[in-house]
């Protein structure tokens, strides 16, 4: 057999060069290539002439919500503290209300556009994606075919194969965890009798989150820094360390999976942005980062770009 000649993968007979298929068996001789990722099935949103109903306000404008603009305006319209109405902006960084009469969301809507010069959607409740359950990935690997990992939960564990054309959406960002902890340094306050008293300090801990959501069917797939579980997942900056496994994946996502949405949390820490750079996906808890993935998973539903959110 020539360098160029080829066996089938079947049945292992000799075929001439530029074959497709086995002489022998008939088995095809070139693998298909993998398909290409396809377009979210966008779904306009209702004209807010017809809706009916509780609906719910998202910003949809390309550059980060203004928060100090519209939170007097919030605040106002939904009789709540401004620090809570906040609170939630940032959290979500979209949601802006929630379950109010159509009417009156329709008006609040064109008075937020005009303040932020950007679009608001008003959504049916009825019609608000659902966030979908999560599973851990562990012994994750990625190219140009897809993904391949075992998915777990706490009961079971489930091998996956996906390709890209399975993702609906790529969530990825950053964490500040602030946790307190007794310092065993000297020194310190002393209780009534003389006792030393617990030194206590607040410590700020970074770790990385990434959520892959699949469309059928629908649940998201969660690679983090929980060492308990995955040791292999922490994220090193040192370029004298080994890079773990999150980096890598986060790497190599944004190399394979181009025409999956994904935010701007997965290009800024695959290429180790600064820190200053990465605070407009830092989040405070993973509770936080689940609510901004809600709000991501309704603007690729309803047709907009999360490229730079």
């Known amino acids: 057999m020539t360098e160029s000649a080829q066996r089938c993968p079947k049945c292992r007979v000799a075929a001439p060069p530029g074959a497709s298929f086995c002489s022998s068996c008939g088995a095809a001789l070139v693998a298909a290539a993998p398909p290409a990722p396809q ?19 998202l910003f949809a404008g390309e550059e980060e919500l203004d928060i100090r603009r519209v939170g007097h305006t919030l605040a106002e319209k939904a009789g709540r503290p401004l620090s809570d109405v906040t609170r939630d902006l940032r959290a979500s960084k979209g949601f802006l209300a929630r379950s109010l009469d159509a009417a009156e969301a329709v008006r609040l809507a064109e008075q937020l556009e005009g303040e932020l010069l950007a679009p608001v959607l008003v959504i049916p409740d009825a019609e608000i994606v659902p966030l979908p359950p999560a599973l851990r990935m562990r012994r994750i690997a990625i190219n140009s075919s897809g993904i391949r990992c075992d998915a777990y939960s706490w009961d079971s564990t489930e091998p996956l194969k996906l390709t890209w054309a399975e993702l609906f959406l790529i969530s990825c960002a950053r964490l ?21 008293l617990p030194n206590l300090i607040t410590t700020t801990r970074t770790e990385y989150v990434l959520d892959i959501v699949l469309r059928d069917p629908w649940r998201r797939l969660r690679l983090d820094q929980n060492t308990a579980a995955f040791s292999l997942t922490e994220l090193r900056r040192d370029r004298d360390q080994a890079l773990g496994t999150l980096h890598r994946s986060l ?24 820190e200053a750079v990465c605070q407009s996906v830092t989040f405070q808890n993973k509770r936080d980062f689940d609510s901004y993935t809600h709000w991501l998973i309704q603007l690729v539903r309803f047709g907009r770009s999360i490229a730079e959110q």
């Not at 394979?256 to 180790?272: I, K, Q, T, W």
């Open 176 to 196: 500040e965890v602030q946790e307190v902890v007794e310092s065993h340094e000297e020194g310190g306050a002393t209780d009534m009798i003389g006792r030393r």
């Open 251 to 274: 790497m190599q996502l944004e190399r394979y999976a181009e025409g999956v949405p994904s935010n701007r949390g997965l290009m800024l820490l695959a290429s180790g942005a600064p």
């Open 39 to 57: 377009p979210v099935r966008a779904v306009p949103p209702a004209e807010r002439a017809i809706l009916r109903g509780p609906c719910t306000l």
